[in-house]
């Protein structure tokens, strides 16, 4: 034992694990044919198998995996939203320019006609999906059930763009309703206040929604206040007595 522990010894072994004698030895034994046909066996066993089933299903993988998905979802759309704001601000610029109007001397956090349209235009999306989807469940039961389904065509078009209408005001409805941001709007970052209140409650909802619809029918000229007005105002924000802001300190 004090041979073992003497200095003169541990100095040798330093010198054998520095010098290339060991890092040769590792190479020639990994290198060999029967390392690489033990690995095979390995990789090729049903333990292996096993083993690489039980990490893929184990929570801590699952959740690692979807923080990561919800991380690059988030960079995603914070990179959209700078984007997005940035447009707000040249929009912005160019139409009142054109309409030899006084530009804004100072930043605004109210959002501004782009940052809208993407939400919008988000939540369209959303609507569609969803009655795509519901539609195709329909016309699957109408040609089981039904002996000629191509005979009411007319009347299920004029069914389906009602309920179309219908669905999307109650999208609308119910998210201004009770948290003052629909879907898109979340990922646009923007949202609805009122009085310092994102709650509208339903009259309010619903005479916004009336402003949106009014704002929309003259090729949406009803907007031009968001590029014109000061606090960044449409026609559904009159009509509401509503402002849209950024809901998140803009991104550097």
Do not use: C, H
């Not at 605004?108 to 959303?126: C, F, K, Y």
């Not at 994102?198 to 009014?214: A, D, E, I, K, Q």
């Amino acid at each position: 034992m004090r041979a073992v522990q003497s200095e003169a010894v541990e100095r040798a072994v330093a010198r054998v694990l520095e010098g290339p004698a060991l890092e040769q030895a590792v190479k020639r034994a990994l290198e060999s044919p029967g390392v690489e046909q033990a690995w095979d066996r390995v990789l090729a066993s049903d333990e292996a198998q096993k083993l690489v089933e039980r990490i893929a299903e184990a929570p801590e993988v699952r959740a690692a995996i979807a923080a990561q998905s919800a991380g690059l979802l988030e960079d995603i759309a914070r990179q959209v939203r700078a984007v997005a704001r940035r447009l707000d601000d040249a929009v912005e610029r160019i139409v009142r320019r054109v309409l030899f109007r006084r530009q804004r001397s100072e930043p605004t956090d109210r959002a501004g006609l782009v940052s809208r349209a993407l939400a919008l235009g988000i939540d369209a999306a959303v609507i569609n999906i969803g009655f795509f989807a519901a539609s195709a469940l329909i016309a699957l039961a109408a040609s089981v059930f039904l002996a000629d389904p191509e005979g009411i065509s007319t009347p299920a078009l004029a069914l389906g763009t009602g309920t179309w209408l219908v669905v999307g005001a109650t999208y609308l409805l119910v998210f201004w309703s009770l948290a003052g941001q629909t879907p898109g709007m979340r990922f646009a970052g923007i949202s609805i206040l009122t009085d310092g209140d994102p709650r509208l409650g339903f009259w309010r909802s619903v005479r916004r929604l009336v402003g949106l619809v009014l704002a929309t029918i003259p090729l949406g000229l009803g907007f031009i206040g968001v590029v014109l007005g000061e606090r960044r105002r449409g026609l559904p924000d009159v009509f509401a007595d509503t402002e849209v802001l950024y809901a998140e300190p803009a991104p550097s």
